[in-house]
C-alpha cells in the first residue's frame, strides 16, 4: 500500500499527520483500508512509507491490525508510485508472493477485490487495474478497455464533466512487472509502467460499490457524511445517522450539534455553540456562541467564544478569535 505521498492538498491537515494517518469519524483512515484488505482474504500488508513515517507507524501500530500482519517500509526519498513498489518489494524479498495487490493509501472503498483477483487469474493478465465509472471525470485521467477487458488507452484528465471510467488506485501485478521499473529513481506507475503494458497483458475490471479518493478538503468532508449515512461499508457506528460523538467529548445541553457533524475525543462545544457539516478533531474547542459550519478544525484547534467559521480548515493548535 502506497502511502508516503506529502497529501500536499488536505494541508493544513497534513502539515505534521500524513494522509493515510488523519483521523476520519473515529480511527486513522488507515484503519479502514486494512479493515477493506482483511474482508478480502489479505494476510499481510506492506505499507510504502516515506513522509513522516513515524507517524504512520503510530497510529496502527507495529504487528497487526484486525488479523492483518503490517510491515513498514520507509523510502530514502520519495520514489514515486512506481519507485516505491519496487523498493518495498526488494525490502521484503522472498516474503513477495508472484502475485500481489498494489494500492493508492488514500481511497475509501468497499469494492470487490476478490472479484478483481479473480478477473486477473481468469485472463492470464500481468497487471488488472480495478476501474470505477463517474459521472464528472475532469479531475481524472480515463482508462479506455475492449469488450474483453483489455485496456487500450490511458487519456489525461479532460477538464470536461463528463462520464468515464477512471483508476481505482487498486491493481493486481504479477511479480514480473516489477522488471519495467528501473531501479533507484523516482518512477510512476501511472505514466512509466503501464503505458508500456497496454497490449501486453493489461486488463482492467470495473468495479461497483462505494469509492472516494478522500484527498481534498470537501472530499474529506463528503467520506465523513457517507460513512456516517451509510453509503459505505465499514465497522463504524455513528451516534445518529450524520452525527458522531466521541465518548469523552464535552457538549453543553444548549449547543446546537448536526445535522451533519464529528466531534472527536476529547472536543468540547460550549454554550449556544453551532456545529453543522463540520468535523472538530481530537481536542479541539468551539466556545460559548460560536458558530462553524461546513468547516474542519485540527488537533487541538480554538474557536473562541462568539467567534464564526464558515468554509474553511482551522490548522492545528490554531485560534480564531471573535471578530469585531
Ligand atoms: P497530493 O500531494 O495532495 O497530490 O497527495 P499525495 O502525496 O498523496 O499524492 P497522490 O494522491 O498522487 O498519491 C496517491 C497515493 O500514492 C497516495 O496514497 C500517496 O501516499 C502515494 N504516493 C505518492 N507518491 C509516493 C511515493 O513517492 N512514495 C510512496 N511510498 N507513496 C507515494
Redesign the pocket.
Known sequence: ??????????RPLTDNV???ALTLVDRPFLAYMVEWLGAHGVTEVVL????LPDRLREALGDGEHEGVALTYVV?PE????A??IR??AEAIGDRLEDRFLTL???VLTDLDLSALLRAHERRGARATLGIYGVEDSSTFGLVACDAAGAVLAFTEKTGEAVPGEISA?AYVLERSVLDLIPPGR?VSIETEVFPRLVGDGLCALRLDGYWM?I??HERYLQATWDILEGRVETEVRATAPGLFLGADSAVADSARVGPRAVVAARCSVGEDAEVADSVLLAGSTVGAGARVSGSILAPGAVVEPGARVDDAIVAENERVPAQR
Open positions: 500500500m502506497l502511502v508516503g505521498g506529502e497529501g500536499t492538498r488536505l500524513p494522509k493515510p510504502a512509507c516515506g513522509f523510502e520519495l520514489r514515486g508510485t519507485g516505491a523498493f518495498a493508492n493509501g488514500d488506485g523516482k479518493d484527498g481534498t
